[in-house]
């Protein structure tokens, strides 16, 4: 898989953007990789699989066509061994907020910009957003805003976006499941302290990744606090420590400059409300002969469209990236004409599939 890092300023050109890497962006890579599009891809979260990876990855599946039982993250991984011929580059750990229309009705051209200034200039985009934005749940805790946002790894942050920035701080990670725990095991080594701080001694952890950091506790690497953070104590962004109260109720106080909460995760439409497809309930209507939206050139694959009929299943995301693919072959090669052809029989496909 090519993870690209982001780099601001420069632009991407591109046949085919696709927003989202959840089982229907990833499927629509193959479809369209059949057809000689390439595609870049664009994900908020750090890793692919969208729902499937992130909501359930050990769960079993039992209605994907073909295989009577396989996981979330199995299928995940399925997909990208499928995908693996054509290529696809992707920019995690980014969201698309802003789609510029440049081209015409007929000869579509766009420009999208992420969070983390990358810059894509493509002639057609696939929104596979599915519920939308993964976006952090918050504590509720007085004046938490004041310190978000700082880029040198001070104050508060609901993601790790590179662990470099963590090194050497004072760190009080908040929480009680694999977020929490897998960030504290590996940011233990890099930071100057690494305190977990949760409400009560059960985790929900993986228990390996549990008792690797009681290990740690019990050889004095790391401190383990049980109790709630009430408030916090800076100055301007700065942060200095954190006021917490155990279940006793008595007060106590955690020294550190960096807060890492990791309370879980809600899905949130985000900026895709504000561009312009006609949204009906959160959801963008899109036509079912080519899953296309409102603006000619941008299609709606998975979760994310609606239409009379539509079922939130894996499976019917799958049906559409097909048909999508065909239209958008359409824009990327107006002079081509598309023959149908089976992947059974196909020599040209199995080419591009690295069998034949
Ligand atoms: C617990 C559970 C069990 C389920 N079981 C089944 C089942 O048995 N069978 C079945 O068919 N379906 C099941 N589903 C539903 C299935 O997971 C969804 O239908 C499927 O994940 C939709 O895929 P998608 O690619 O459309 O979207 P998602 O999987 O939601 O992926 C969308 C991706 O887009 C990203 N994104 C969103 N906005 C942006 C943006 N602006 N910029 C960049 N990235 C963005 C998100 O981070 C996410 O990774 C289940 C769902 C849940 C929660």
């Given at each position: 898989?090519?993870?690209?890092?982001?780099?601001?300023?420069?632009?991407?050109?591109?046949?085919?953007?696709?927003?989202?890497a959840g089982p229907c962006g990833l499927f629509a890579v193959f479809e369209l990789g059949l057809l000689d599009i390439k595609a870049h891809l664009v994900d908020i979260l750090p890793k692919v699989g969208g729902q499937c990876a992130e909501l359930y990855p050990e769960k079993p599946i039992y209605d994907i066509p073909g295989f009577p039982l396989v996981t979330g993250q199995g299928l995940v991984d399925n997909l990208m061994e499928q995908i693996k011929p054509f290529g696809a580059t992707f920019h995690l750990n980014?969201?698309?907020?802003?789609?510029?229309?440049?081209?015409?009705?007929?000869?579509?051209?766009?420009?999208?910009?992420?969070?983390?200034?990358?810059?894509?200039?493509?002639?057609?985009?696939?929104?596979?957003?599915?519920?939308?934005?993964?976006?952090?749940?918050?504590?509720?805790?007085?004046?938490?805003?004041?310190y978000e946002g700082r880029s040198d790894g001070g104050g508060v942050h609901y993601a790790v976006r590179k662990m470099e920035t963590f090194r050497d701080r004072e760190i009080l990670i908040v929480g009680g499941g694999d977020s929490a725990l897998d960030w504290t095991l590996n940011l233990q080594p890099i930071a100057k302290r690494v305190t977990l701080m949760h409400r009560r001694d059960d985790f929900r952890a993986a228990p390996h990744s549990?008792?690797?950091?009681?290990?740690?506790?019990?050889?004095g690497a790391m401190d383990l606090r049980l109790g709630q953070v009430m408030?916090?104590?800076?100055?301007?962004?700065?942060?200095?420590?954190?006021?917490?109260?155990?279940?006793?109720?008595?007060?106590?106080?955690?020294?550190?400059?960096?807060?890492?909460?990791?309370?879980?995760?809600?899905?949130?439409?985000?900026?895709?409300?504000d561009w312009g497809l006609n949204l009906h309930e959160n959801l963008i209507p899109a036509?079912?002969?080519k899953f296309e939206t409102n603006v000619p050139g941008i299609f709606a694959i998975g979760d994310i469209n609606t239409y009379p009929g539509k079922l939130k299943l894996i499976l019917s995301g799958f049906h559409e990236a097909a048909l999508a693919a065909q239209k958008v072959h359409r824009y990327v090669y107006p002079e081509k004409r598309l023959t149908f052809q089976y992947t059974t029989s196909s020599s040209a496909l199995q080419k591009k599939l690295g069998v034949a």
């Open positions: 898989m090519t993870i690209a890092a982001a780099i601001e300023g420069e632009t991407i050109v591109t046949d085919a953007l696709i927003i989202g980014q969201m698309i907020e802003q789609i510029e229309v440049l081209g015409s009705a007929e000869a579509p051209r766009f420009r999208l910009r992420t969070d983390a200034g990358t810059v894509f200039e493509t002639k057609t985009v696939l929104i596979a957003a599915g519920g939308g934005s993964f976006l952090p749940k918050k504590p509720p805790i007085p004046g938490i805003e004041a549990v008792e690797q950091m009681r290990a740690l506790v019990a050889s408030g916090l104590k800076g100055e301007g962004n700065e942060l200095h420590g954190a006021i917490c109260r155990d279940n006793a109720g008595t007060e106590f106080e955690i020294a550190c400059g960096t807060m890492l909460p990791f309370f879980g995760l809600t899905m949130k439409l985000g900026p895709i409300a036509d079912t002969e």
